[in-house]
């Protein structure tokens, strides 16, 4: 590692440590922050090393040393690595996150993508949420698409009742993310109403496409809220580390990728970003968070409409839709 020195603040304390300096602590710390910043993207800072070190704090040196030589010698899949990644991330998220482009993508690119979609001979959507977190935008971008559904006649029924697809349709909205506890908040969907939260960007009329639950335990009763059977049912979550391809899942319509790559190096940023347009249909858009910046330029076109940018592989299938930028 260059350039970054983690300063620990941890005096040691015990005989049995005294093989180690407290250049060593450092040293073994600095050891995984390589390799948390070559496996998953995560530049050192001192913020990580605060992390660390309370990740550390009850360690003894040589415990410590320990768990790095385990640790360095696992496969970067392996759930020791995960958990200690999903320990040092943020997992910040809401319903709706950025109004602008989903207003952006829900009232100009879906009604494209469904359009193309309605085309083909078995007409589907595959949609990726990279970095999905605790599902927000997962179920937010499922609620957006099916609204867009019912609009353009592909979807009946409605909030209460229930949306159904038209025969022959097939939606998938899955999410991604290195997180295991993130995904299984994901997957549990049972969001509080406590506090801004969750819900704190979401506007009244999605409201009656979740369940209200009421859980009462022992101590306390607490109201979630949780999407509807019917949104459910077309999202999936796995755990998937975004410096990896994640071909294997096949080829997507659209795919967001959103305030995830903030820890990235850009060496990291253009591969994580690579991996995205590798999964990406020749017709199909990406979507970036507002502040992450597109750092492979030669995989798409850069597309701007309503100030929103967004991606695609594939000009001449959106023509119309919007001008593409210089
Ligand atoms: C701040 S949240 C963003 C969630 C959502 N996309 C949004 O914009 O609200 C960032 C998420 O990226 C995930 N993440 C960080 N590094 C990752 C990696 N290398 N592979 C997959 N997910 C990663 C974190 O676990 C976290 O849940």
Not at 301 to 317: D, F, K, L, P
């Amino acid at each position: 590692m260059k350039n970054f020195h983690i300063t620990s603040p941890i005096q040691e304390t015990t005989s049995s440590s005294s093989e180690y300096s407290s250049s060593g602590r450092e040293g073994l710390i600095n050891q995984l922050c390589d390799h948390l910043n070559s496996r998953f993207g995560i530049s050192p800072n001192q913020q990580m090393a605060s992390k660390l070190n309370r990740i550390f704090i009850d360690m003894e040196l040589v415990e410590i040393h320990r768990r790095v030589i385990e640790l360095t010698s696992l496969s970067t899949n392996h759930p020791s690595w995960l958990e200690l990644v999903a320990k040092l991330t943020v997992h910040e998220t809401y319903f709706f996150r950025d109004e602008p482009q989903l207003g952006m993508l829900r009232d100009n690119l879906l009604p494209t993508l469904i359009d193309q979609a309605a085309g083909k001979a078995s007409p589907h959507l595959r949609i990726l949420s990279a970095g999905c977190s605790s599902g927000e935008e997962v179920y937010s971008i499922a609620m957006l698409v099916l609204d867009a559904m019912l609009e353009a006649g592909y979807a009946y029924g409605n909030e209460l009742s229930g949306v159904s697809l038209m025969p022959g349709w097939q939606l998938e909205i899955l999410g991604v993310d290195v997180s295991a506890d993130a995904l299984q908040l994901a997957r549990n969907a049972c969001y509080t109403k406590e506090g801004l939260g969750s819900f704190r960007n979401m506007s009244l009329q999605w409201q009656r496409w979740f369940d209200d639950i009421d859980s009462t335990s022992n101590e306390s009763s607490q109201i979630y809220r949780r999407p509807k059977d019917f949104i459910r049912r077309i999202t999936r979550f796995e755990q998937h580390n975004l410096l990896q391809t994640g071909i294997r899942f096949g080829l997507f319509d659209l795919v967001l990728c959103r305030n995830t790559m903030i820890y990235f190096n850009d060496k990291n940023k253009r591969i994580a970003q690579n991996h995205l347009f590798d999964v990406l249909n020749a017709s199909g858009i990406v979507l970036l968070g507002a502040t992450d910046p597109l750092l492979c330029p030669d995989r798409c076109e850069r597309y701007r409409s309503r100030g929103v940018a967004y991606y695609s592989q594939n000009r001449s299938n959106l023509s119309g839709v919007t001008t593409k930028t210089a």
